[in-house]
């Protein structure tokens, strides 16, 4: 079966500007986090999405946003985009929201920069 | 406050045995993970451990004792595809139950 899918893979933005990174999940599953990675913070929690509802949520502040449609595809945005916000988005999905045994499937990722 | 640590790097020779450590202080703990993930690629799931002792699985095995806040990832009959960083993760205890990571070891396998 598909795997998740993550568009677009690789954009640039400049300082200020919003972006607006999707994901679909594996068919079946119906929870979806994402994840910041830098090399130097490592994989950063931003939110877990099941069944439309924000289940848990990071760190992060409120210019990051996110949401799950009824299909479970996902999206996130960043609003006034800083440098800082440059990095790998991830995506991951699973069947079940804090499963136990916590097996994710992550996307390839969305490597944002931004100038 | 919660912490992960990894070592930042590791060299190995193909053939060869490399462990892989981390130790957690986590607030509650109900799981650890160990992913792999290829530079430029999506990390993958490797094992996950909750109770203690050692999980084994194929060339790889995962051992935990959660006295100690240690794990440790074992990998055998090393292969130069095993060149990777190794990612440990911990999940809190809790309706909070959210993953936290550490920050990966990267290995070279070199011939």
């Known amino acids: 079966k598909a795997g998740v899918t993550q568009t677009p893979r690789y954009l640039i933005k400049t300082r200020g500007q919003q972006v607006t990174l999707s994901c679909s999940p594996i068919?079946?599953?119906?929870?979806v986090s994402w994840y910041q990675q830098t090399p130097g913070q490592g994989l950063q929690f931003l939110f877990e999405y099941f069944s439309e509802t924000q289940r848990n949520k990071g760190n992060f502040p409120g210019r990051f946003s996110g949401r799950q449609f009824s299909n479970s595809r996902s999206e996130m945005n960043v609003s006034t985009l800083e440098l800082g916000d440059s990095a790998l988005y991830l995506c991951?999905?699973?069947?079940?929201?804090?499963?136990?045994?916590?097996?994710?499937?992550f996307g390839e990722g969305s490597r944002l920069t931004v100038l | 406050g919660q912490n992960i640590d990894q070592p930042t790097e590791m060299t190995a020779t193909e053939g060869a045995i490399v462990q892989i450590n981390c130790t957690y202080q986590t607030s509650g703990f109900n799981g650890l993970f160990w992913y792999q993930q290829h530079a430029g690629e999506a990390p993958t799931f490797l094992s996950y451990n909750v109770l203690d002792g050692l999980e084994e699985k194929g060339r790889f095995s995962s051992f935990l004792s959660r006295s100690k806040g240690y794990s440790y990832l074992l990998l055998k009959e090393l292969q130069m595809k095993d060149s990777a960083s190794y990612l440990c993760a911990v999940k809190n205890a809790g309706n909070n139950r959210k993953l936290i990571w550490g920050l990966g070891t990267s290995l070279a396998v070199n011939p």
């Open positions: 991951a999905s699973s069947l079940a929201s804090g499963s136990n045994t916590g097996e994710l499937f």
């Open positions: 068919s079946g599953h119906r929870s």
